[in-house]
């Protein structure tokens, strides 16, 4: 099935750093969604955006909807252990208000 | 209940059996999903309720593949002569209505093996 092309793959990063990710897809979307997952649990949304352009924010996480409506990003700021975890962005395309289209995921290990 | 509850866990089944997987929603959650995700992928979208009927099962893989939610709440993914291309996380979801523009709330998910 189709899924978005997540960037990049795995990072291992300090803690205290910054980290960067990003997410693309060849279809326009109307909303685009920020999960991470924890090992054996389901993922859990962290940001939702709406509109191109909008940047929103929860905590140390911020987030954007790409202007071309066709990738969004993801920030984290002065990563904790925590962290940890896969980063799956999610698209909802204009055919339907229902599904989602998952990104390949980004694995963050942080190094205390 | 408080969130959504998938049963069992954990199925280890053996090639050529029948499985059936069950998820219960938040309660007074009208749209329910099926999820599958393969190890190292993000999950992949198999069928869509909107109360008791499959408003989009278009991502069943074949027809060994069917869901039921007859009485509009706990849903049943049932998988018959599985193979071990069917091993996977099988995930369920919920939401208030169709529109999910706030995204799904998640269960924990089946982790299905096939030996």
């Known amino acids: 099935g189709q899924q978005l092309n997540q960037s990049p793959q795995s990072m291992f990063i300090q803690e205290g750093e910054d980290v960067s990710m990003n997410c693309t897809s060849s279809?326009?979307?109307?909303?685009w969604l920020w999960y991470k997952q924890d090992p054996g649990e389901g993922p859990v949304l962290l940001i939702a955006l709406y509109k191109a352009g909008e940047l929103t924010s929860n905590g140390r996480l911020t987030a954007q909807f790409g202007i071309t409506r066709k990738d969004s990003f993801l920030n984290i700021s002065a990563s904790i252990p925590s962290d940890v975890g896969i980063y799956f962005c999610a698209g909802q395309g204009a055919s339907g208000t229902y599904k989602y289209i998952f990104g390949t995921g980004t694995r963050l290990k942080v190094l205390a | 209940g408080a969130g959504v509850s998938q049963t069992p866990s954990n199925k280890v089944t053996e090639k050529g059996k029948y499985v059936e997987l069950r998820c219960d929603p938040i309660s007074g959650h009208t749209a329910l999903y099926w999820y599958r995700q393969s190890l190292g992928q993000g999950p992949e979208f198999l069928i869509y309720?909107?109360?008791?009927?499959?408003?989009?099962d278009s991502g069943l893989p074949n027809d060994r593949f069917f869901a039921v939610r007859p009485e509009g709440s706990v849903s049943t993914l049932k998988i018959q002569r599985t193979e071990r291309g069917d091993s996977a996380v099988y995930l369920c979801a919920s939401s208030p209505g169709a529109l999910t523009n706030y995204g799904y709330t998640f269960g924990s998910g089946t982790r299905l093996t096939v030996v």
């Open positions: 309720f909107q109360g008791t009927g499959a408003a989009d």
């Open positions: 279809s326009i979307f109307n909303t």
